[in-house]
């Protein structure tokens, strides 16, 4: 997807351990966010951002942080994997908080 | 907060016949309806959306209509084709912020 990728693409890891995702993106978006994708429910949206340093919760934050300290690029962090944390995870951006461009996900595994 | 269901869950078509997915929101305040198309192993691409001001959008083969009264919003497409095969996505917001999605329909045409 132009100007959006993520990071890894795809990653396993131990239940208790800290993974960390990365989105970035080259567009200069304002506004970036992060959803997890799990069958049954569709997308839902776990942090967000409005501008540098400006996050807020959306449905699904327990267990996730979120950080960022440049345009560019918005991280993800569980601080200690839990089983229920498998998914696959989407980063988006926008300029004016509409018409999301996604990336290309990342599929997270934790055992 | 906005819940939004989206029905079928699964959609099989004949080649050249229409679709149609329907969604129903309910937060009276969203005014703002995008719908997603995923190919497989790829993240959501907006296809088309509606604002809360115009009853109906078209684009080509592909259409959104919007009831705010019955609080509910349609994805129609003609003349379907093999390549229109993947998961479509409703979702509905109030200006663009904390967007909620549908489960999602998976769309099969068959040749």
């Known amino acids: 997807d132009a100007g959006i990728t993520q990071s890894p693409r795809h990653k396993v890891t131990e239940t208790g351990t800290p993974v960390t995702l990365r989105c970035h993106q080259t567009?200069?978006?304002?506004?970036m966010y992060w959803y997890r994708q799990d069958p049954g429910h569709g997308l839902r949206l776990i942090h967000y951002s409005y501008g540098v340093k400006d996050t807020d919760k959306g449905e699904v934050s327990d267990g996730y942080s979120v950080s960022r300290s440049k345009t560019e690029d918005f991280l993800l962090t569980l601080e200690s994997a839990t089983s229920s944390q498998t998914s696959v995870y989407f980063c988006a951006i926008s300029e004016s908080s509409y018409g999301y461009t996604f990336g290309s996900g990342t599929r997270l595994t934790v055992v | 907060g906005e819940n939004v269901e989206q029905h079928p869950s699964t959609l099989s078509v004949q080649e050249g016949d229409s679709a149609v997915i329907k969604c129903t929101y309910s937060?009276?305040?969203?005014?703002?309806f995008p719908w997603y198309k995923q190919e497989l192993g790829k993240g959501p691409q907006l296809i088309i959306d509606?604002?809360?001001?115009?009853g109906e959008k078209k684009d080509q083969r592909i259409a959104v209509t919007l009831n705010k009264t019955a609080k509910h919003f349609s994805l129609h497409i003609t003349e379907t084709q093999p390549e229109d095969s993947a998961v479509y996505f409703c979702a509905a917001s109030i200006e663009g912020n904390d967007m909620r999605f549908g489960a999602g329909t998976r769309l099969t045409v068959k040749p």
């Open positions: 509606i604002r809360s001001n115009v």
């Open positions: 937060d009276s305040a969203s005014n703002y």
């Open positions: 567009e200069n978006h304002r506004y």
